[in-house]
């Protein structure tokens, strides 16, 4: 099937530094790609919709200016949490979409932040 | 907007049994897909089975099942021989034809196994 990588797995960042988080399809490529946000317990918000080569677009009430996302090849999305806050501590997972294998979105394994 | 219900957040079965999780949802749109997510302590999303809205048949995946209602908008999912690995959270999710993968999920049920 179609692999999809996040790193880093966990990071822990002091407030008001920023933070990178990558997304790679590691055995495809794949135009778009998708990030969501998972606090504990609760279910997946998407955060904004990845393409390559233009800009994000954001899901309502999402901070584009926070959360820059930047998806500069087939194959990398990147989302960087900017002056990070405690309050923006989540789990973040990203997707990617392979129509080869049939509508899906294959998830990479997510990336826990922690801002102290 | 899409709205994915499910409306137990918590769930438990004896390994073995039977055990069925319900989802509904709300759309104006004719075509789309609906899905079973899982996901385990690990946090990574398992993909369990995918529903096209066109086909009236419903779709399996061994000891899974889903029940798939479009006049409803309901979409259970029925695990069978349940085992201790099944253990997880379930997220039923709603994806647009048009959305690209864009999935809009429910708020997931917690499932126990227990021996």
């Known amino acids: 099937g179609a692999v999809v990588s996040q790193h880093p797995s966990w990071v822990i960042c002091k407030s008001g530094t920023s933070v990178k988080i990558e997304c790679r399809s590691l055995?495809?490529?794949?135009?778009?790609m998708f990030w969501y946000r998972q606090f504990p317990k609760q279910s997946l918000m998407l955060m904004a919709t990845?393409?390559?080569?233009?800009?994000?677009?954001?899901e309502q009430g999402v901070e584009k200016d926070k959360f820059l996302i930047n998806h500069a090849s087939l194959t990398l999305s990147t989302l960087t949490v900017t002056s990070a806050h405690p309050e923006d501590s989540s789990f973040y997972i990203c997707s990617a979409d392979y129509s080869v294998f049939g509508t899906e979105a294959f998830f990479g394994q997510g990336t826990r932040l922690t801002v102290v | 907007a899409q709205t994915v219900t499910q409306s137990q957040p918590e769930m438990s079965v004896q390994e073995a049994e039977t055990v069925t999780l319900s989802c509904t949802y709300d759309t104006s749109e004719s075509n789309y897909y609906l899905f079973w997510y899982k996901q385990p302590p690990s946090r990574q999303m398992i993909l369990v089975i995918r529903?096209?809205?066109?086909?009236?048949q419903n779709a399996t995946e061994n000891r899974f099942s889903v029940n798939f209602q479009k006049a409803a908008k309901s979409f259970s999912l029925k695990i069978s021989d349940s085992q201790l690995g099944d253990t997880a959270m379930y997220f039923c999710?709603?994806?647009?034809?048009?959305?690209?993968?864009?999935?809009?999920f429910g708020k997931g049920t917690s499932l126990l196994v227990t021996p």
């Open positions: 990845s393409n390559e080569g233009s800009k994000a677009t954001y």
């Open positions: 999710a709603f994806m647009k034809l048009d959305s690209g993968y864009a999935l809009n």
């Open positions: 529903q096209e809205a066109y086909k009236q």
């Open positions: 055995d495809f490529q794949a135009t778009t």
